[in-house]
């Protein structure tokens, strides 16, 4: 079935810096590539989605990026803050079921 | 308010003794399902359904059952759990068709078998 691997698992930058996900899938019928975001004791909540006709996303210090040909995808988080400390998942809408695939997850650590 | 809503938040058991978790959402969402969540795996699909009376296996249904009777109820029931069912359990729903498909979730299950 459909997969998809998440990298790094943990990530520990400073205040300040960038942090960098990056998630890669098989199946090429895969048009929808949402991330959502796990603060500590909470439930997962969307932040940022793309689909497969658009190439980048951006909304203030987040971003996405696909790679369609290579398939991949990457959250980019610019001037991150200690309240950007959370486990984000990536995942993907495979073919034409409505099923969720997700990552495994990246634990982020801003140190402040 | 919109939101998906699940009952209890937390739960210890023992080994064997049947229980029911229980979702509901209020957004008129076609589809719902139930994932998993352990320290390393993250988030793992248990069962889903598209529509009421419409029900299908996710990745890891062993152990569980489920029913759709009514569109906003989505109880995830466990006939004899055992201790490998300990986990974090996430209740989400989406509408079927949108071209968004965001999916909401519940706040969660903290479900401890013994």
């Known amino acids: 079935g459909e997969n998809v691997e998440q990298h790094p698992s943990t990530l520990s930058v400073q205040e300040g810096d960038s942090a960098v996900i990056k998630c890669t899938y098989s199946?090429?019928?895969?048009?929808?590539f949402p991330w959502y975001k796990q603060e500590l004791g909470k439930r997962p909540q969307l932040i940022i989605d793309i689909r497969s006709n658009v190439g980048e996303k951006k909304d203030q210090r987040i971003a996405v990026t696909l790679n369609k040909t290579a398939k991949h995808f990457s959250l980019h988080i610019t001037e991150t803050q200690p309240e950007d400390s959370a486990v984000y998942f990536c995942?993907?809408?495979?073919?034409?079921?409505?099923?969720?695939?997700f990552g495994t997850g990246t634990l982020l650590a801003v140190q402040p | 308010e919109a939101q998906v809503t699940q009952n209890p938040r937390y739960l210890i058991t023992v080994t064997g003794k049947k229980l029911t978790v229980t979702c509901s959402q209020n957004m008129n969402h076609e589809y719902m399902s139930w994932y998993r969540q352990d320290p390393g795996l993250g988030l793992r699909q248990i069962y889903y359904s598209m529509n009421v009376e419409v029900t299908d296996k996710g990745d890891v249904p062993e152990g569980y059952k489920v029913s759709r009777k009514e569109k906003r109820n989505f109880p995830l029931i466990l006939e004899s759990p055992s201790p490998n069912q300990t986990s974090l359990y996430f209740c989400?729903?989406?509408?079927?068709?949108?071209?968004?498909?965001?999916?909401?979730f519940g706040p969660g299950t903290r479900l401890t078998v013994l």
């Open positions: 199946d090429s019928a895969s048009n929808y």
């Open positions: 989400a729903s989406s509408l079927l068709n949108s071209p968004y498909n965001e999916q909401f």
């Open positions: 995942a993907l809408l495979g073919g034409a079921t409505n099923k969720l695939i």
